[in-house]
């Protein structure tokens, strides 16, 4: 069974940053594709960006240029640097481990960007 625990959210003025991570746990984390998703209030939840288990990474448009996703095998961890953000960023963002048609998510941390 596969753990994952976000954290680093919380409340930031526009055009400021945070670092959110995702802590894994009970398995072998190299192999997994990760993924950070994202959820406003009243709305579907997002892709906002996806790294793979060789560091190739994409993103949506809406944070291209702005995010950058990143993994510490090592450490078994994922991490979303968010520079410039913006009030339309305000979600849960969620992390997800997917592997060979199986998928593990996070509990979701808040992140909140006052204008």
């Known amino acids: 069974q596969v753990q994952l625990v976000e954290s680093g959210g919380g409340l930031v003025q526009a055009g400021g940053s945070l670092r959110l991570s995702c802590a894994a746990s009970g398995t072998i984390f190299s192999f997994f594709f990760m993924d950070w998703y994202r959820q406003a209030p009243g709305k579907q939840r997002e892709l906002v960006a996806t790294i793979n288990s060789g560091g190739s990474t994409n993103y949506a448009d809406s944070v291209k240029g702005r995010f950058t996703i990143s993994r510490d095998n090592a450490k078994k961890t994922v991490y979303l640097q968010m520079n410039s953000l913006k009030p339309e960023d305000t979600a849960v963002y969620y992390c997800?481990?997917?592997?060979?048609?199986?998928?593990?998510w996070g509990q979701g941390t808040q992140v909140t960007v006052s204008s």
């Open positions: 997800r481990a997917r592997r060979m048609g199986v998928d593990y």
